[in-house]
């Protein structure tokens, strides 16, 4: 399985084919403010359709929440990105 990351976009080949491609964080962070996102604030207190659109965001990023959480994609993928943002220093 190679993967290659170009203009942001990893794209994951097995045998000379295409099978899954992603985007990266940072992509993922700025849909995620373009949904409507506070990063000021916590999960719980995103709108419903914040929720539903992040766990979106989450699988074009081929992100994959840990096997024993509780919660939802949405919620561990918008911590994830918070702690991002703060590492990062992302605006």
């Known amino acids: 399985m190679d993967m290659l990351f170009i203009h942001g976009v990893l794209l994951v080949k097995e045998k000379g084919e295409i099978i899954m491609t992603c985007i990266s964080k940072f992509e993922a962070y700025k849909l995620a403010k373009k949904v409507g996102a506070k990063f000021n604030k916590d999960a719980y207190q995103q709108p419903i359709s914040v929720k539903s659109d992040l766990a979106a965001i989450a699988k074009l990023a081929c992100y994959r929440k840990p096997k ?3 919660g939802s994609t949405g919620r561990y ?15």
């Open 77 to 91: 993928f918008f911590e994830h990105l918070q702690k991002l943002k703060k590492k990062h220093g992302w605006k």
């Open 68 to 70: 024993s959480a509780s």
